[in-house]
C-alpha cells in the first residue's frame, strides 16, 4: 500500500536525520529546536490523527513501529513525539465530539507539536471553580515534551469544601499569558526530551477545554489512554535494544580483534561470544514478538469503540505490561552487554555507545517493573485486571 | 472450519484418555500398548497425510499444536506420536512419488504406526549391496517408538571399498524375518516412549524400499525433515512447560496455604508469590510466541516444495532453534520452579508433578542447547546459516 | 588434631556405607532400619553432645561439615541424623540444668535417636493441664525421624480459657503408651525421611519433660534454635549441589561423547561446556563461603550463651539466611543443570543422578526462599532483624 | 595492630578528599594532579614497599582493602594508584637483588609515582640491541597511569634476526629524554586514569634497567604479577558495586517515595522492592568473600617465595579467577538495578550515580569475562591450569 509505504520512507529520513546529531546532542542535552522543527516539517505529527479530519490515519501500530525505529537513533526526540501522539489520542479517547472536531483539524492546520503537564505524582497545580471554567495556578513538573511545544494537555485537582482533591483534565496554549516552561531537565539520560517544570499563574481553563470533568469515572475506553503510553514507552525501549545491538554489530564486524587466549582465529568466529551474541538476540526477539502482539490487541480494543469492557481493557493492559517487562530488561541488558562482545575500543568517547544505556536506563524507571510482574501475576492466578490508573 | 474443530476436538479426548493413567504409567514405565492404540484409533495417524492420499491433510503448524496440547498431560506418548507424523514426512520429503503413493494411502489403510530407527550417532547398523537392494546387519538404539511399531524408517551404513562409510536410509516391517526390538529403555523421564534397541539380521531392503541411496546429497526440501523434528520436540517442551504450570496452577488455587510470615493473608494474593508466577508465565508466553513464529515459517518453507533454498531453508532452522531455545528453558525452569510458588505439599508422590521436570530434562538432552545458541550468534553476526545435519 | 581426625574418618567411612545402596533405597523409600544403625553404630550421635556429658563436644560448625559430607551422598538419612543433632541442641537451648544433665548422658548410655513432633504448621496436638503436668492429645504431621526414632521432642497447644493457644514444648519416649508413629511420608523426594505421623493418645508429659512452658518468651539464646535448624537445611542443599556435580563430573570424564557439531573433539575440551561448568561451579562455591561464614558466626553465638543479645542473634539469623538462599540455588540449578553437560546418557535410571534434584527440590520447600530475600533486604536497607520464629 | 589502624585512617581521610570532586571531576576527565599529588602525600605509595626498604610492608590482601574502599568513591584515581603498586610489585618478582635495593627506596625517597607502558596488545614499541643496553623506537597505548607519572615500567619486542619478536621489560623514567606522553584517552568511563599513550624516540635503556632480557622464561613467581593485577581489577569492580550500592542506600532512606500501586505505605517497606535489594547485596557478597579468599591465597603464594611451584601458581590464579567473575557481575549488576529501587530521581545528573556503571562497564572489559570462565572451567574439570600470560 503506497501510503504505507511513505511513512516508512519518512520514518527512513527522519531517522537518518536524527541519527547525524544524536551523540553530539545528547551530550549537550537541552531543546533541540531544529530537530523538533523537522518532525514537525516532516508530516509525521499527523500520523495518528484520522483521516476525515485530514490526518494519515494510521494505526496506532503503525505508529509504533514508527517509534521504534526512531528509538534505535534517538530515544529523547522518538519520546517527545510519541508524547504529542498521546495528546492526540487523549483528544479522541476524553474529548467530546465537538472538541476533536475542532482540535484535530486545528492541530494540522496550525501545526501544533502537543506537549503534556499530567504528571500524575505531582499534586501541586489546582484548579478553582469560577464562572464557565476553572483558574489554574501552580506548578507541574517532569512534563515532558514541554519545552517548545504548542498546546499543552495538563491534569489539575480542585480542592473540595471537605479538603479532598478531584482531578480534572484539559488543555491550553503552551504560550497563553501565565503560563511559563522552564527549561531544568537534568538527568543523564533521555537528556532532550524538553521535559520542563511548567507553572500557571491564574491560567484560565474554561470548560470548553476541559477534557474529564472532577469526579467523571472514566469509561475503559477513555483508560486505554494508560496502554497506549504504556506501549509508547515498550517501543521506545525496544528500540533503544534495537539500536545497541545494531551499532555493536557494526563495530563487531569491522573492528574487534580476536580474543587474547580465545577459541578462534577471528572474534567473530568465537564460539563463546556467538554463545552470548544469540542471548542479547533472544531477549530483542522476544520483547519484539510480546510487543507486537500486544499492540495489535490494542488496535483490536481502540476499535471496539465504547463497547470495550472492562475486562477487555484489562487483558489489554496485561499483554502490554508483558510486553513491557521484557522490552525493559531487553534495552537495559543489551545496551550494556554488548559492551562485553565488542571489547574496550567500543567505550571510546565520540562513539556514544554508552548512550543506549543511558537513555534506556532513565526511562525505564518511569513506574516500577516489579509492580507489573505482580501485575501479571495476578492476572494469570486468579484472572484479576489490575484497576486502570496513571501507570497501569 | 469444520474440519479443524474435529481436530480439536479428538485431541482434547485424546489428551483426556491419555490423562487419567499418565501418572501410573510414568511410575511403570515400558510399553502403553492400550494407549498407543488409543491413538490409532483417534484417526489422528492420518494428521499430516496429504487428503488426496485419504489423510486429513493437516498443516505441520496444526499437528505441532496437537503436540503441544497432548504433551501437558503425556510427553512420552506424544513423542511416539510425534515421531510416526514424522516418518510421514520423511516418506514425503525423501521418497519418490512411487513410495508416496504407495505408502501414504497403506499407512491408513493397514493402520500402520511408524517408528524409526535413525539414530545418528549409532552407526552399527550396515548395509551390504546385493542384487536389486541391500542387506542389513547390527544395531540400532535409541530407537524411538520403535517398540509396538508396524513399520520402521532406518538409517544405515554402506562401507565403501577404501573404508569410509556412507549412509542410506529405508524403511521396513517391524515384524520382518531378522528384524528384532528388544524393551530396554530405561530413563528417569519420558519412560514410555517405546525407545527399543532395533537388531537386524540378514534383512533384506530392496531398492524400491530406500528412500535416500548413498551418497546421495539431499536437496534443501529434504534437509527440512531435521527441521520438522526440531520443531516436534520443540513443541513438547513447550506442551510439558504449559502442563506443569497448570497442574501447579490448580493446586495453587486449591491448597497452597498463607506463607507463614508473608505478606498477605492468602498465598494467592501474595505480592512475591504474584511476582514469580509472572516470570513462569513470560518464560513460557515468550517460548509460545517464538514457536509459533517458527512452525508458520515452516509452512511456508514446505509449500515452497523443491524451489526452497539453502539460505531460505537455514533462516527456518534459526527460527526453530530460537524456539528450541526460549521453550528448552520454559520446559526446565518452569517445571522445577513451580514447587517454590505450590509449596511441599505439590511433592506427594501421588500428584506426579515431578514428572514434567523428569520428562523435559531428559528430552532436551537430544543435541545440545549451547550449539543452538553458537548457530544463532553466527547466525545474526555473520548471516550465516548452519549446515543441515541430523541436529541443525 | 587427632580427635578431628576420627571424625573425618567416621564420616567418610559411613558417607561410604551409606553411598553403597542409596540409588536403590531411594527407589524402594520407607524406613532404613540398617543404615539408621549404621549411624547409631559409627558414634556420631554424641558428635555435639558436650565432652562433659560423654559426648565428642564438637563445634556445630563441625557438625555441618559432616552433615555436607553425607549430604552428598544420602541426604534422606542425613537429615534424620541432623534432626538427631538439632533435639541435642534444644536440651542445650531450651532445657534445665537438670534435663541436661538427665537427658544428654542418658542419650549416649542407651543409643537414643532422637526424633521431633514440632512441625508448627500443624497444631493438632493439644496439650491439657492436669496435676504436675500435662495430657496430650491429637496428632502431629511431618514429623522427620520420627518412625524408628527413642525419643521424642514435641510441640503441643493449651487451649486457653478464651480460646486462644499457647505452646509448650517437651519430650516423650516414642514408645511410651499412646504414642503412635505412622510411617505414611510419601513424597517424590527425601523419601527416607521417617517423616511419619504421630498420634497421641492420654499421653502425659509430666512438668519435668517440659522444656518450654505455654507463656514463656524465649530469650535470644533459646530462639538460636532456629538458626540451627536453618543452617542444617543450608549444608543439605550445598551437599546436594556438591553431590550432583561430582557424580556428574565422573560420568563426564569417563563417558561424555564429543559434541555433534561441536567445537572441540573431545566434551571435555569443549569451549562451551567448560564455560558452563564454570558456572555450575560459582553457584556452589559461593554457597559454599557463604555457608562456611554463617557457622562460623553460629559457633560464635552459641558461645555467648545468655549474653546473646536480640541484634547479634538476628546478624546471625540474616548470615545464615544468605547462606541458605545461595545454597538453595546451587542445589536446585547444579542437579538439574548437570544433565546438559553430562548428555543423555546420565539420564539411566540406575545411576539414579536424578535424585540430587528430587531430594534438593523437595527439601527446599521447608519454608519460602522468597521471604528469606524479603528478609535479607529488609536487614540491609533498614538494619532491622527478622523476628524470631520457627523458620527465621 | 597500631599500624593496620593508620592505613585505615590514612585510606578514610583519602576517600573523603577524593570523594569531595568525585563527580565534578569524572564530567571532566583529564588528568587529576592535585588527587595524585594528594595520593602522593597520603604516604601510601609506600603501602607495599617492604620495611626493611622504608616502606610499610603491607600485605598485598591489606593493600586489595585499601584499593577496594578508595574505588567505593574513586575508581580511576584509585586504579591509577593500584597501577603504582603493581610496578612495586614488579620490581620485586622480576626485579634483581641490585635492582630491589636501588629501586625501592629510591621510590620512597624521591616521591615516585609509578606508571606502566606494558599493553601487551600493542606491539609497536621495538628494542634494538646495542652496546650495554637497548634503544627503545616506537609507541604504547593505553598506559594506564603514565600521565603525570615519575617511572614507567615498559615492555618492548626485540626483532630477532628472522623476523620473529621476543619480549624484554624494563623502566625509564618518564621526563627522560625522547619520551612523550600523550594525554588523549577518552572513554565514557574511568575518565581519570590517565591512560595516555606513550612514545619513545632512540631512548636508551641500558641492561641496568632491564627486569626481563629477551628470551628469558619467567618463573611461577614471577608471573603472580598478572595475578595480583587480575586481582586489583577484582577489588575494583568490587569497591564500584559498594560504592553504587551504599550511595543508592542513601537515597533510598531519604528520598524514594511509596511506589505508586504498591504494596506498602513508604518504599522502604515494599517487600518486592526488599526482595531485590537482598539480590543485590548477595551479588556483592558473594564477590567479597570470593575475593578475600583468593587475596589471601595470593599472600601466601607470595611468601612462597621462589618455591612456587607452577600448579601452586595455577591454583591461585584461578581462585582469583573465580573472584574476578563474581566482582565483574557485582559491578555491571548492581551500578545498573539500583536505579529501579530508587526510582527516576537518582537520574539527576548532579548525583552522578551512572558514573559506576560507567566505570566498571569500561573497566570489565580489561580481558573477556567468557574466557576465565571457561579457564576455570578447564580447571575444574580437568585440574588444568592456565597457562601464565598477561591476562592469566
Same mark, same amino acid.
Given at each position: 500500500m503506497s501510503h504505507d509505504l511513505d511513512v516508512q520512507a519518512v520514518t527512513a529520513q527522519l531517522a537518518e536525520r536524527l541519527a547525524a546529531t544524536a551523540v553530539a546532542r545528547d551530550r549537550r542535552g537541552g531543546h533541540a529546536a531544529a530537530e523538533r522543527d523537522a518532525i514537525r516539517n516532516s508530516g509525521l505529527l499527523g500520523l495518528v490523527i484520522p483521516k476525515d479530519a485530514g490526518g494519515l490515519g494510521a494505526a496506532w501500530s503503525t505508529q509504533y513501529q514508527v517509534l521504534r525505529r526512531l528509538a534505535q537513533v534517538d530515544s529523547a526526540l522518538t519520546h517527545v513525539y510519541a508524547f504529542h501522539n498521546l495528546q492526540i489520542a487523549t483528544i479522541q479517547l476524553w474529548g467530546s465530539a465537538?472538541?476533536?472536531?475542532?482540535?484535530?483539524?486545528?492541530?494540522?492546520?496550525?501545526?501544533?507539536?502537543?506537549?503534556?503537564?499530567?504528571?500524575?505524582?505531582?499534586?501541586?497545580?489546582?484548579?478553582?471553580?469560577v464562572e464557565g471554567g476553572?483558574?489554574?495556578?501552580?506548578?507541574?513538573?517532569y512534563a515532558s515534551g514541554s519545552v517548545g511545544s504548542?498546546?499543552?494537555?495538563?491534569?489539575?485537582?480542585?480542592?473540595?469544601?471537605?479538603?479532598?482533591?478531584?482531578?480534572?483534565?484539559g488543555h491550553v496554549a503552551t504560550r497563553a499569558a501565565g503560563v511559563q516552561v522552564q527549561e531544568d531537565w537534568d538527568s543523564f539520560g533521555q537528556r532532550q526530551t524538553d521535559s520542563g517544570t511548567v507553572t500557571f499563574e491564574q491560567v484560565p481553563l474554561p470548560d470548553a477545554a476541559v477534557f474529564q470533568r472532577p469526579g467523571e469515572t472514566p469509561t475503559p475506553q477513555?483508560?486505554?489512554?494508560?496502554?497506549?503510553?504504556?506501549?509508547?514507552?515498550?517501543?521506545?525501549?525496544? =528500540?533503544?535494544?534495537?539500536?545497541?545491538?545494531?551499532?555493536?554489530?557494526?563495530?563487531?564486524?569491522?573492528?574487534?580483534?580476536?580474543?587474547?587466549? =580465545?577459541?578462534?582465529?577471528?572474534?567473530?568466529?568465537?564460539?563463546?561470544?556467538?554463545?552470548?551474541?544469540?542471548?542479547?538476540?533472544?531477549?530483542i526477539r522476544a520483547a519484539e514478538l510480546a510487543t507486537d502482539a500486544a499492540q495489535q490487541a490494542a488496535d483490536v480494543a481502540l476499535a471496539r469503540g465504547a463497547a470495550l469492557t472492562a475486562e477487555e481493557r484489562g487483558a489489554v493492559a496485561i499483554a502490554a505490561a508483558e510486553a513491557k517487562v521484557l522490552a525493559h530488561r531487553a534495552g537495559v541488558d543489551?545496551?550494556?552487554?554488548?559492551?562485553?562482545?565488542? =571489547?574496550? =575500543?567500543?567505550?571510546?568517547?565520540?562513539?556514544?555507545?554508552?548512550?543506549?544505556?543511558?537513555?534506556?536506563?532513565?526511562?525505564?524507571?518511569?513506574?516500577?517493573?516489579?509492580?507489573?510482574?505482580?501485575?501479571?501475576?495476578?492476572?494469570?492466578?486468579?484472572?484479576?485486571?489490575?484497576?486502570p490508573t496513571s501507570y497501569t
Open positions: 465537538a472538541q476533536q472536531a475542532d482540535l484535530l483539524p486545528r492541530t494540522l492546520r496550525e501545526h501544533w507539536f502537543w506537549g503534556n503537564a499530567l504528571n500524575p505524582r505531582d499534586t501541586r497545580l489546582k484548579a478553582t471553580r476553572w483558574v489554574l495556578n501552580g506548578v507541574k513538573s504548542d498546546r499543552l494537555v495538563l491534569s489539575a485537582v480542585e480542592v473540595q469544601p471537605d479538603g479532598s482533591e478531584r482531578q480534572l483534565v477513555a483508560t486505554l489512554r494508560t496502554v497506549l503510553a504504556q506501549l509508547i514507552l515498550t517501543n521506545l525501549y525496544l =528500540g533503544l535494544a534495537q539500536g545497541a545491538y545494531q551499532q555493536a554489530l557494526g563495530y563487531l564486524r569491522e573492528r574487534t580483534r580476536p580474543w587474547p587466549n =580465545g577459541n578462534a582465529a577471528q572474534a567473530i568466529e568465537e564460539p563463546l561470544l556467538a554463545h552470548r551474541w544469540a542471548e542479547l538476540w533472544l531477549k543489551v545496551s550494556s552487554e554488548v559492551f562485553e562482545l565488542t =571489547g574496550p =575500543g567500543a567505550t571510546q568517547g565520540g562513539l556514544g555507545l554508552d548512550r543506549f544505556w543511558r537513555n534506556v536506563r532513565v526511562h525505564t524507571l518511569h513506574d516500577p517493573v516489579d509492580l507489573k510482574l505482580r501485575d501479571i501475576g495476578h492476572f494469570h492466578l486468579q484472572g484479576r485486571v489490575p484497576a
